[in-house]
């Protein structure tokens, strides 16, 4: 024990000495890499930063591990589980916190980021017509799409599970197949889905092919539309959420699913005794029991709605009226070039997004503390 106690001073020196020479090696190794970059194979590259990255954490976390170890052990215990987040806060303050003040410090500067405006990007963003378009776009995304996914989500978990087993995996299989499809693939599918020839080619678009087709059987002579830039009611806009609504739909469906299954059958039953139709007990049994699963569902789709770019820019770029906060900061930091605009932008947007995101984990917070 007294043998123990003498090693202390040791392990602390030890400790911290490795972990200096370990970062410096980890810094030289991976500034060797983005400076000499061009000239070092790009499969040996990748080679060298899984091993430098993967051996280099476990390196770090020996020698932090030792340097703990070394101190007296009240002193020990305590800070054994921050001295082991330490480096997961680093990375989230380096990847997230970080860019996120520095964002915030841009929206205030000109459009090379060098001599301060004060507000008046903001000023300007919300003088501009594109902008407000943007915003009724978005909010127009967030009135549609989170409650039609939650209510698309339930039928289909409802139905589903009237099904057999086998009929209930096979029908589950193919709603969940579009989750794994990126959301670049599915607007690049669901282009060929809209897509407009001139009246008298073939028609491509397999909703034009129906249109004439329905045109062709009632005699009416309907001509191909060109539907991504019909925007009038906002068709265009709406056509584009059905893009997401195909991809949410499976992840719906799979949490209200588990959620509906894990409704107690002796509350179903107690509600059929007691008179209760089919509706009744879904609207007044069931639903409140999976009412929790439903919020989540709504709240992820709905952070996944104010964030939607790559629907929009793969499919319309932002025209005929589509455009978005995401597309409109892309257009602003790349085509334009104007990065306090850009900035300001993305400010507007996690102003957006950050009370939702508060809400879902005081909500998740709720959830577990129920349980």
Request: aromatic share 10%.
């Amino acid at each position: 024990m007294a043998g123990s106690e003498r090693n202390r001073p040791a392990k602390i020196l030890i400790g911290l000495v490795g972990l200096v020479v370990a970062i410096a090696i980890l810094g030289t190794i991976f500034q060797a890499l983005s400076l000499y970059g061009d000239e070092i194979p790009g499969l040996l590259q990748g080679l060298v930063a899984v091993v430098a990255g993967v051996g280099g954490v476990a390196v770090l976390f020996y020698f932090l591990n030792m340097m703990v170890e070394g101190l007296p052990t009240k002193v020990s215990e305590r800070v054994v589980p921050f001295a082991f987040l330490l480096p997961a806060l680093l990375v989230i303050g380096v990847m997230l916190i970080y860019p996120t003040v520095q964002t915030l410090h841009y929206s205030f500067a000109d459009d090379t980021s060098e001599q301060y405006v004060g507000f008046q990007n903001y000023v300007d963003i919300f003088g501009d017509s594109d902008f407000r378009e943007s915003i009724f776009n978005n909010v127009l995304w967030l009135l549609i799409v989170p409650a039609v996914t939650v209510v698309i989500g339930v039928v289909v978990a409802v139905l589903a599970d009237k099904l057999s087993s086998t009929g209930e995996k096979i029908s589950k299989s193919f709603i969940f197949v579009p989750m794994t499809i990126s959301f670049v693939g599915a607007a690049a599918i669901w282009s060929f889905v809209y897509a407009y020839d001139p009246p008298g080619d073939a028609q491509t678009g397999v909703l034009n092919a129906l249109w004439n087709g329905l045109g062709s059987l009632f005699g009416a002579g309907l001509k191909p539309v060109a539907w991504l830039s019909v925007s009038t009611a906002s068709l265009n806009d709406i056509l584009l959420m059905v893009v997401v609504l195909w991809l949410q739909a499976g992840f719906a469906m799979i949490l209200l699913s588990s959620a509906i299954k894990g409704v107690p059958e002796e509350t179903i039953e107690a509600a059929r005794i007691d008179g209760a139709n089919e509706w009744q007990i879904f609207g007044q049994v069931v639903v409140p029991q999976i009412r929790g699963t439903m919020i989540t569902v709504y709240i992820t789709t709905l952070i996944l709605v104010l964030k939607v770019f790559d629907i929009v820019y793969v499919m319309t770029s932002g025209l005929e009226g589509t455009n978005v906060i995401a597309n409109l900061f892309f257009q602003e930091i790349f085509i334009n070039g104007n990065n306090g605009i850009a900035a300001a932008i993305v400010v507007v947007l996690l102003l957006a997004v950050s009370p939702v995101m508060i809400y879902q984990v005081r909500h998740f917070r709720r959830e577990e503390a129920e349980r």
